[in-house]
């Protein structure tokens, strides 16, 4: 009898040991993540992320796009390890003066909000990698969007690559194939390309990023035919020829703050704001055919989108005895 109920004891004790493999996430270089990564450590994350994040919204609508592109900046340049948040260092060039992301990406004092709440309640516990792929889910959700579990166990680089900034962050401006390429480079394709496009269905674009739709698209010196004139017209009157760089205009002139399929209906109408928007539908019969898709059913598009969010999100992660849990996400820690 003894000997059974032993038996069944190392039985319970394997089958919880395996547990969080049926829950984990392969990540594209290998290892795993998995979404109770912090369920003893520090139980309460989720819940401190969602409050700061509902609170900075609240505050600011356009943040909740602004958070998501954080985590989108981050994973394609070096994988997913907030590299993106270092600020200039003597050994550190910051991502945030690289092309893609200077005058851009905002929201570092949100993400510094939120480690410091985290640190206050699980000092040394949380990177600031996996914060911000809370963060990215929590921003969406508040903003209308589908819900996910955010697969966890990233640990923080201890360097930035401004080369890695500059170079594989798809660009509004890239051909269709330029960009499906950078996103094959990190293990994603062309599904995964168009549905989290869908996430320019909130936040801002600056003028500087499609001014050459309105003027001189091709060697013509042609406005962009691909783009809506009336709509063109109205947005003239914001984005002049010269001068303006940094006037902001809504990636979804629809639905700017809801997260919906919008984006999609509005690249159907030639209204697609950047031209890495519009030529989802002109570049390619598969993309094209996932736009119809999209714009016709928005719970397809927010099922593929959260996929698509948990696959960017395992790109290339320091997990196991890489990289730190950086005290300050602005900076690496000191020994």
């Not at 698209?217 to 020829?241: F, H, I, K, M």
Request: glycine share 6%; aromatic share 8%; proline share 4%.
């Amino acid at each position: 009898m003894a000997k059974s109920m032993s038996y069944c004891v190392v039985l319970a004790l394997l089958a919880l040991a395996v547990v969080p493999l049926c829950f984990s996430q392969k990540t594209h270089q290998g290892g795993y993540l998995y979404p109770q990564y912090y369920d003893h450590s520090c139980p309460q994350v989720q819940q401190i992320v969602k409050s700061v994040v509902a609170q900075a919204v609240a505050r600011e609508r356009r943040m909740a796009a602004s958070l998501l592109r954080l985590h989108f900046h981050d994973c394609f340049v070096k994988g997913c390890d907030a590299s993106v948040l270092l600020d200039n260092s003597g050994s550190i060039v910051s991502e945030k003066g690289s092309k893609p992301n200077k005058k851009s990406i905002r929201g570092f004092e949100v993400i510094d909000e939120i480690k410091a709440a985290v640190e206050r309640a699980c000092p040394h516990t949380v990177s600031c990698a996996d914060i911000l792929a809370i963060t990215a889910r929590d921003a969406t959700v508040i903003a209308g969007g589908p819900n996910w579990e955010v697969p966890l166990g990233r640990r923080d680089s201890r360097g930035a690559s401004l080369q890695g900034s500059n170079n594989e962050i798809p660009a509004p401006n890239n051909t269709f194939n330029t960009i499906l390429t950078k996103f094959k480079r990190q293990g994603l394709k062309l599904v995964d390309l168009v549905a989290l496009s869908g996430a320019h269905t909130i936040g801002n674009a600056r003028c500087v990023s499609f001014r050459q739709r309105l003027y001189n698209q091709n060697r013509n010196g042609q406005p962009d035919v691909t783009l809506d004139r009336l709509y063109a017209s109205q947005l003239r009157n914001q984005c002049p020829r010269s001068g303006g760089d940094q006037n902001l205009f809504f990636l979804d002139h629809v639905s700017p703050f809801s997260f919906d399929n919008s984006y999609y209906r509005n690249i159907l109408a030639n209204k697609g704001l950047l031209n890495s928007d519009q030529v989802l539908l002109t570049k390619n019969k598969k993309s094209m055919k996932l736009v119809k898709q999209y714009a016709e059913n928005m719970e397809l598009f927010f099922n593929h989108f959260a996929k698509s969010m948990v696959k960017m999100g395992n790109i290339s992660p320091l997990t196991g005895p890489k990289g730190e849990i950086r005290q300050n996400c602005r900076r690496i820690n000191s020994y």
